[in-house]
């Protein structure tokens, strides 16, 4: 079975540009989650999808948003980027939805914003 | 919300020792405590986990001890090898309709 696939791998962006990054979760797989990971901060939840709805939200900014499609491939957008928007931007697919189930990560989104 | 608080954030161990790794949580309503392992340049991956109906889970050379009392857990590795050397981070949730909070991390190298 194919692990969670993340597009692109790597990105390079400046500031005040928008970037939408990628997520096919493993199939059969409902539940999308993104995490922002930073040398300082660890891993920061952004939103959790499951059957193409936003169940949870973390406590980043209206610049970042996402959606999950039918076949529950998800995207972020980050519009407006900032300089400490540079991070490792990770998604995470389960069968279910909540903490509950094992996540399974991609290989991320290396976003560096100049 | 909750907040989970990890330490030490670097440990350096010889091979063969044993590794402690310990986190603790804010909110008493947490119930769920896994444990993710990090090498480096990948993803990444769950190892172990723990529910708040038991104290201890282990699984070979790893175990998870729980404190509700005292609202934390810990990561114990006997025997270390250098394929532990990673990182690695606690998480906590309070109910499976909430998100994961992680810790910040542990950087865990051991030398051969």
């Known amino acids: 079975k194919a692990g969670v696939t993340q597009t692109p791998r790597y990105l390079i962006k400046t500031r005040g540009q928008q970037v939408t990054l990628s997520c096919s979760p493993i199939?059969?797989?409902?539940?999308v989650s993104w995490y922002q990971q930073t040398p300082g901060q660890g891993l920061q939840f952004l939103f959790e999808?499951?059957?193409?709805?936003?169940?949870n939200k973390g406590n980043f900014p209206g610049r970042f948003s996402g959606r999950q499609f039918s076949n529950s491939r998800s995207e972020m957008n980050v519009s407006t980027l900032e300089l400490g928007d540079s991070a490792l931007y990770l998604c995470?697919?389960?069968?279910?939805?909540?903490?509950?189930?094992?996540?399974?990560f991609g290989p991320g989104t290396r976003l560096t914003v100049l | 919300g909750e907040n989970v608080e990890q330490h030490p954030s670097t440990l350096s161990v010889q091979e063969g020792d044993s590794a402690v790794i310990k986190c603790t949580y804010s909110?008493?309503?947490?119930?769920?405590f896994p444990w993710y392992k990090q090498e480096l340049g990948k993803r990444p991956q769950l190892i172990i986990d723990?529910?708040?109906?038991?104290g201890e889970k282990k699984d070979q050379r790893i175990a998870v001890t729980l404190n509700k009392t005292a609202k934390h857990f810990s990561l114990h590795i006997t025997e270390t090898q250098p394929e532990d050397s990673a990182v690695y981070f606690c998480?906590?949730?309070?109910?499976?309709?909430?998100?994961?909070?992680f810790g910040k991390g542990t950087r865990l190298s051991v030398i051969a």
């Open positions: 995470a697919s389960s069968l279910g939805a909540g903490a509950y189930n094992e996540q399974f």
């Open positions: 199939s059969g797989h409902r539940s």
């Open positions: 999808y499951f059957s193409e709805t936003q169940r």
């Open positions: 909110d008493s309503a947490s119930n769920y």
């Open positions: 723990i529910r708040s109906n038991v």
């Open positions: 998480a906590a949730s309070y109910s499976g309709n909430t998100p994961l909070v």
